[in-house]
C-alpha cells in the first residue's frame, strides 16, 4: 500500500517525522483525511487532535495548536504553533494546567488574560484528549 | 623591583582569577552546546515555512496584506538583541557598534525595542528613545519572549507607529566567528522569485490563499524574531566561551612568568645572603 511523508514541526522542535499510511486534520472548516497520492494542497488548521496511522497500523495522536499543512509529492508537511506527541504529554502537568486556566477565566486568578487563559485551555485540553485516545488502544 | 612577597601575592590572585574563568569558560560550552542545538532544532519549521512563502507567491500575485505594506520611511524600529551581561570578549560590543553605525546612517525618527540590559544600557544612556526593554532568563530565550517582542513590533508597524522595523542581532557561525548584522523584518518582502517555476506545484487552497497568507505572515514574522533571538543567545555563549579559553590561558602564562620571577627573585636574596656572610666574614679575618 502507498505510504507517505509526513513531518510535523512548531517552532521550537520537530515533533513527528515518519512514513505514514494515512493521516486526519484539523482543518479550519472540520477534520479531513489524507492518504498518499492526494493532490497538492495548503490548509490552515484549527487547535484539535492529529491523528496518523503508521506502517504497523497502529494511531498515533498529536496535540495541535494550529497552523498549516501541505502536501505534495508525497510529503506533508505541519507547520504547528504547538505540537505535543500523545507519548510525550504529562496528563497530571496538564491537568494542573487546565485547572489554572478555568479559575483564570473564571476570573480568579490574574495571572494571565482570558485570551491566553482561553488558548492554554485548548492546548491543555487537547493534549489529555491525546493522551487518552492514545491510551484506549 | 617588586618584592618576593608582592610577586607571590600576585601569583595568588591570577590563581584566583584563571579559576573563575575556567568555570565561565565550562559554563559557557555547555550553555553554547544547549543554544546550537536549539537553533538546529528551530531550523526545520523556519525552512519549511519559508518554502510555503515562496509555494504561496509561485502560486500567483500575492494578495496585498497589511505586514507587507510598503510606505515611505519616516519612522523607524529596531530590535537590538544584545547579552545581559558582559565578560563576553567583543560580543556586546560589536552588536552595539553595529546597531550604532546603523542608527547614525539611517534617516529618520528611531525607536529602540532592546533585547538584553547590555544594549538598553548603552542607547539610553546616550539619549536614544528606548521604547520598550525586554529581558530573557539567562538559561536563554524561550518562544513565549519572541512571541512578547512579534507581537510588540506588529502592533507599532500596523498602527503607523512606525514604518520599518529591524533587528539587530549577532548572526551565529561558530563559536570563534559571530557576525552582527541588521535585517530588516516588516514590511515584510515575498521571497524572491527563484526562477525554477518549473518544478512549481498547481496547489489547492483550503480555504482560499488570502487568509492562508492572513494566517501564516504573523507566523513568518515570529519565526525570524525566533531565531534572531536563538542565533543571538549562541553567539552570546561561543563568543564568551572564546573569550574565556584566552582569558585562561593568558592567566597561565602569567602565572608561569610571575613564577619564574619569583624564583629569580628568591635566588637573588639567597645568593645576597651568602655574599653578606662571606663579606662579613672576609672582614672579620682582615
Do not use: C
Not at chain 2, 538598553?120 to 539619549?127: I, K, Y
Amino acid at each position: 500500500m502507498a505510504t507517505f511523508r509526513l513531518s510535523v514541526v512548531a517552532p521550537d522542535q520537530s515533533v513527528v517525522d515518519e512514513e505514514v499510511r494515512s493521516i486526519v486534520a484539523p482543518g479550519d472548516s472540520g477534520y479531513f483525511g489524507i492518504w498518499a497520492n492526494h493532490i497538492p494542497i495548503v490548509a490552515t488548521l484549527r487547535a484539535g487532535l492529529l491523528e496518523y496511522e503508521d506502517l504497523d497500523r497502529q494511531r498515533n495522536y498529536v496535540a495541535l495548536g494550529g497552523g498549516f499543512l501541505e502536501f505534495s509529492n508525497n510529503k506533508t508537511t505541519i507547520l504547528a504553533d504547538s505540537a505535543a506527541h500523545a507519548r510525550d504529554v504529562d496528563v497530571e502537568k496538564e491537568r494542573v494546567a487546565l485547572e489554572q486556566a478555568r479559575a483564570a477565566l473564571r476570573g480568579e486568578s490574574s495571572s494571565m488574560t482570558s485570551a491566553e487563559a482561553q488558548q492554554e485551555l485548548e492546548r491543555a485540553m487537547f493534549r489529555i484528549k491525546a493522551a487518552q485516545a492514545n491510551g484506549r488502544q | 623591583m617588586a618584592s618576593l612577597k608582592q610577586i607571590r601575592q600576585r601569583i595568588r590572585s591570577a590563581k584566583n582569577i584563571q579559576q573563575i574563568t575556567k568555570a565561565m569558560k565550562l559554563v559557557a560550552a555547555a550553555r553554547l552546546k544547549k543554544a546550537t542545538d536549539r537553533v538546529l532544532e528551530a531550523r526545520p519549521y523556519s525552512e519549511r515555512l519559508y518554502g510555503l512563502m515562496s509555494s504561496l507567491s509561485r502560486a500567483g500575485e500575492l494578495p496585498a496584506h497589511p505586514l507587507m505594506y510598503q510606505r515611505p520611511i519616516h519612522k523607524y524600529a529596531v530590535v537590538l538583541i544584545t547579552a545581559d551581561r558582559g565578560l563576553a570578549g567583543s560580543y556586546n560590543t560589536n552588536i552595539i557598534r553595529k546597531a550604532g553605525d546603523f542608527l547614525k546612517q539611517t534617516e529618520g525618527s528611531s525607536s529602540l525595542v532592546t533585547v538584553g540590559k547590555k544594549g538598553s544600557q548603552f542607547f539610553a544612556r546616550r539619549g536614544y528613545n528606548v521604547v520598550h526593554s525586554h529581558s530573557v532568563p539567562t538559561a536563554g530565550a524561550r518562544l513565549d519572549d519572541a512571541i512578547a517582542i512579534t507581537n510588540l513590533v506588529r502592533d507599532m508597524f500596523v498602527s503607523g507607529e512606525v514604518d520599518a522595523v529591524y533587528v539587530a542581532y549577532s548572526k551565529f557561525y561558530s563559536a570563534i566567528r559571530q557576525a552582527p548584522q541588521v535585517v530588516q523584518v516588516l514590511p515584510i518582502t515575498p521571497p524572491a522569485e527563484d526562477g525554477v517555476a518549473a518544478d512549481s506545484v498547481e496547489y489547492k487552497f483550503e480555504p482560499d490563499p488570502v487568509s492562508i497568507l492572513g494566517a501564516l505572515l504573523p507566523r513568518y514574522l515570529l519565526t525570524i524574531v525566533w531565531q534572531a533571538m536563538l542565533e543571538a543567545t549562541a553567539s552570546e555563549h561561543g563568543s564568551r566561551m572564546t573569550a574565556m579559553t584566552s582569558a585562561t590561558d593568558n592567566a597561565g602564562e602569567m602565572i608561569q612568568e610571575l613564577t619564574l620571577k619569583a624564583n629569580r627573585e628568591r635566588q637573588a636574596s639567597i645568593t645576597k645572603e651568602i655574599l653578606e656572610v662571606v663579606g662579613g666574614a672576609e672582614a672579620l679575618k682582615g
